[in-house]
Nanobody, 123 residues
Framework: QVQVVESGGGLVQAGDSLRLSCTASGLRFDQYSLAWFRQAPGKEREGVSCIRWSGSTTYYTDSVKGRFTISRDNTKSTLYLQMNSLKPEDTAMYYC????????????????WGQGTQVTVSS
């Protein structure tokens, strides 16, 4: 059974940094693409960033480019999202998602999800 667990969220001020982590078990971690999605109250869940199995290819939504960095440590079965220069509009529940294919921003294509970790950025 695949289990995905996020951690690292919190309440910060605008301009601060946070690092989210996601561990996944019950699968061959190094064979999957991994993504971060987020969902703010009243909004659709959106793709934030994705990284392919090898870590050699990454994708970011435009609003986080230059501020967020996705990375993975396949030896620890852990995904990271380093978030710098946080803005109030980054406030959302952040989810880790796992996909056996290539990266995609379509949430329907991801087969396993965590419960999310809340990020709140105050102005």
């Amino acid at each position: 059974q695949v289990q995905v667990v996020e951690s690292g969220g919190g309440l910060v001020q605008a301009g601060d940094s946070l690092r989210l982590s996601c561990t996944a078990s019950g699968l061959r971690f190094d064979q999957y693409s991994l993504a971060w999605f987020r969902q703010a109250p009243g909004k659709e869940r959106e793709g934030v960033s994705c990284i392919r199995w090898s870590g050699s290819t990454t994708y970011y939504t435009d609003s986080v480019k230059g501020r967020f960095t996705i990375s993975r440590d396949n030896t620890k079965s852990t995904l990271y999202l380093q978030m710098n220069s946080l803005k109030p509009e980054d406030t959302a529940m952040y989810y880790c998602a796992v996909r056996s294919g290539s990266c995609s921003d379509s949430k329907e294509l991801y087969g396993a999800w965590g419960q999310g970790t809340q990020v709140t950025v105050s102005s």
